[in-house]
C-alpha cells in the first residue's frame, strides 16, 4: 500500500495486531502507515500508548530456554520416520479371490450374451436338412414373410 491512502481504522489494526513499533508492520503497508501517523499523531496517541504498555510487558517476560535433558527427551520422544517399505504389496486373500470370482462372472455373462444366432448344432442339422433335400431356411423365411 505504499503510495496510496490508508484508513485510519487500518492503521489501528495495524497497532493492535504488530504493536507500537510501525518497523514491525507488513513491509506493504509500512510506509503509508508512517505517513498516516507522521500526518496524525493524536488520533493514535491512545493506541500506540496501548500497544508501548503491551510490548514492555512481553519484553518483560524472559526468554526460557528447555534444559538439554528435557530437549534430548523431546527429540527422543518425537515419532520416527517410517522406514521404506517392501516392495513387494501385500494383499489381503479375499481381495485376488474376489477379483478372481468376478472375472469369472463376467466372462460368463459376456460368453452368454455373445453366442452367435446358430450354434454348431443347429448348423450340422441345416447341413444334413439340405443334403436329404429338405430346405429349411425357405420355410423359415416364409414364416417370417406371414406374420
Known amino acids: 500500500m505504499s503510495g496510496q491512502m490508508i484508513t485510519d481504522a ?3 489494526a495495524l497497532i493492535e495486531a504488530y504493536g507500537a513499533d510501525p518497523d514491525m508492520f507488513p513491509e506493504a503497508e509500512r510506509a503509508a502507515a508512517k505517513a498516516r501517523m507522521a ?7 491512545t493506541a500506540l500508548s496501548e500497544a508501548q504498555a503491551l510490548d514492555g510487558l512481553f519484553a518483560d517476560i524472559p ?3 528447555p534444559s538439554p ?11 520416527k520416520p517410517r522406514s521404506a517399505r517392501s516392495s513387494r504389496w501385500k494383499l489381503p486373500v479375499w481381495i485376488p479371490a474376489g477379483a478372481l470370482a468376478s472375472l469369472t462372472v463376467g466372462l460368463f455373462a459376456g460368453m452368454s450374451v455373445a453366442q452367435p444366432v446358430t450354434t454348431q448344432d443347429e448348423q450340422a442339422e441345416a447341413a444334413v436338412y439340405a443334403a436329404l433335400g429338405f430346405d429349411t431356411y425357405t420355410l423359415e423365411l416364409e414364416e417370417e414373410v406371414m406374420q
Open 10 to 12: 487500518r492503521v489501528l
Open 39 to 45: 500526518d496524525h499523531p493524536a488520533r493514535f496517541a
Open 63 to 65: 526468554h526460557v530456554l
Open 69 to 79: 535433558a528435557l530437549r534430548e527427551t523431546l527429540i527422543a520422544s518425537a515419532p
